[in-house]
C-alpha cells in the first residue's frame, strides 16, 4: 500500500510540477490476496435486492471460522448475523447469502474472520437495498387506439413514463407479448413497424436494483393491408 496526498483537481498541475505523487485514476481489477478477509461482492456502494449472494475471501495462516452480519444504516449501532459461524475456508468463494426481503435503505455488511491464538481480523462493505418496483405507465398507444397503415405512416410511437428512487435501468417495449424495442433513458419511446390487425401492447421497467414492473395491458387496432417488403435487386452472375 502506499499512501498519496490527495489535492483538489485546480492543483493538479503544481503537484505535477512539485513532484507530489497523486492517487491513481484507476482501480485495479485483480482478486484481493486470498489471505486476506473481504468481501468482494457485493461491491461496496452497491445496489442489491432480495437474496444477494456474499463472495469474498475468508481464509489464511492459523484460519479458525468466520461469520457475517449486516447493520442498518451507514454506521450500525447494532449488528444482526445473516452467516453462522463456519469453519472451512473460502478463497475468492461464496461466503454466504442474506436475504433482505423487506428491507430498503442503507446497510452495512460485516465479515469477521476469527484466527487461532485470538486473532480477528475484519472488512466491511457498505451496501444499499432496494426492493421497491419502479413506477411505470404507458402514455400511448392508449386503449382501444386505432391506427391506419399505409406507405407514409407504417410506425406508431411507443412512450412510457418510468421513474425509480435509485434510478431507472431501461424500459422495455412489448406488442402481442414480443419484445420490440427498449429505452435507457428519458423520454422513453420507440418506435413500432405496425402490422394490420388487433394488438396487445405493455411495457416493463426495469431498475438499477433489478425491480421490475409492468404496465397494464391495452388492445389496440391497426387497420389496412400489409406493406409487402421490396424485393432484393436481381444480380448479375
Known amino acids: 500500500e502506499k499512501a ?81 459461524p463456519r ?45 421497491t418496483l419502479p413506477a411505470v405507465n404507458l402514455v400511448t398507444p392508449t386503449r382501444d387506439a386505432r391506427f391506419l397503415l399505409t406507405p407514409a405512416q407504417d410506425a406508431v410511437t411507443l412512450q412510457a413514463e418510468a421513474s425509480d428512487g435509485n434510478g431507472v435501468e431501461k424500459v422495455e417495449f412489448y406488442v402481442d407479448g414480443n419484445p420490440v424495442a427498449t429505452a435507457v433513458k428519458a423520454p ?8 394490420p390487425g388487433p394488438h396487445v401492447v405493455f411495457a416493463t421497467a426495469v431498475d438499477r436494483a433489478g425491480n421490475a414492473a409492468r404496465t397494464a395491458s391495452v388492445t389496440i387496432q391497426v387497420d389496412g393491408t400489409a406493406i409487402p417488403t421490396p424485393a432484393a435487386p436481381n444480380r448479375a452472375p
Request: glycine share 8%.
Open 188 to 195: 422513453y419511446t420507440a418506435q413500432w413497424k405496425m402490422t
Open 87 to 131: 469453519t472451512t475456508p473460502i478463497s475468492n468463494g461464496i461466503l454466504g447469502a442474506f436475504d433482505t426481503t423487506g428491507l430498503s435503505g442503507p446497510y452495512v455488511l460485516r465479515l469477521t474472520v476469527k484466527r487461532k491464538g485470538g486473532n480477528i481480523e475484519q472488512s466491511t462493505a457498505a451496501i444499499t437495498i432496494d426492493n
Open 4 to 84: 498519496c496526498l490527495v489535492l483538489p483537481a485546480e492543483a493538479k498541475e503544481w503537484a505535477e510540477k512539485q513532484d507530489i505523487e497523486q492517487p491513481p485514476t484507476q482501480i485495479s481489477n485483480r482478486p484481493a490476496p486470498a489471505t486476506v478477509p473481504v468481501i468482494v461482492d457485493p461491491p461496496p456502494g452497491g445496489l442489491v435486492r432480495a437474496l444477494v449472494s456474499i463472495r469474498g475471501n475468508a481464509a489464511g495462516a492459523d484460519f479458525e471460522s468466520y461469520v457475517i452480519e449486516a447493520g442498518r444504516g451507514t454506521a450500525p449501532a447494532s449488528w444482526a448475523s445473516i452467516v453462522s
